[in-house]
Nanobody
Framework: QVQLVESGGGLVQPGGSLRLSCVAS????????MSWYRQPPGKERELVAV????????NYADSVKGRFTISRDNLKNTVYLQMNSLKPEDTAVYYC?????????WGQGTQVTVSS
């Protein structure tokens, strides 16, 4: 049974930091590209960051470049999103996704709220 479980969300003040984690099970994690998406209130889901299966390649949305870092630990079947200098517009439900050869798996999401 495939599972992706996100954690680490919460309420943080502007300028603060959070680290999201996504633990995977039920498939060969190390062969899948991993991504973080987010869905702000009332808006469509958008890509935040993606990392290749080996961890050597990453890509980011322009809105988070220089503030967010995606990483993965293939021994722990976990992908991370370190979020620094958070802004109110980063408020969203954050989802992780695994993808390989057209197959996709999604987590249930974790809420991040940036507010004073």
């Amino acid at each position: 049974q495939v599972q992706l479980v996100e954690s680490g969300g919460g309420l943080v003040q502007p300028g603060g930091s959070l680290r999201l984690s996504c633990v995977a099970s039920g498939f060969f994690f190390s062969t899948h590209a991993m991504s973080w998406y987010r869905q702000p209130p009332g808006k469509e889901r958008e890509l935040v960051a993606v990392i290749g299966s080996g961890g050597g390649s990453t890509n980011y949305a322009d809105s988070v470049k220089g503030r967010f870092t995606i990483s993965r630990d293939n021994l722990k079947n976990t992908v991370y999103l370190q979020m620094n200098s958070l802004k109110p517009e980063d408020t969203a439900v954050y989802y992780c996704k695994a993808a390989r050869w057209g197959n996709e798996y999604w987590g249930q999401g974790t809420q991040v709220t940036v507010s004073s």
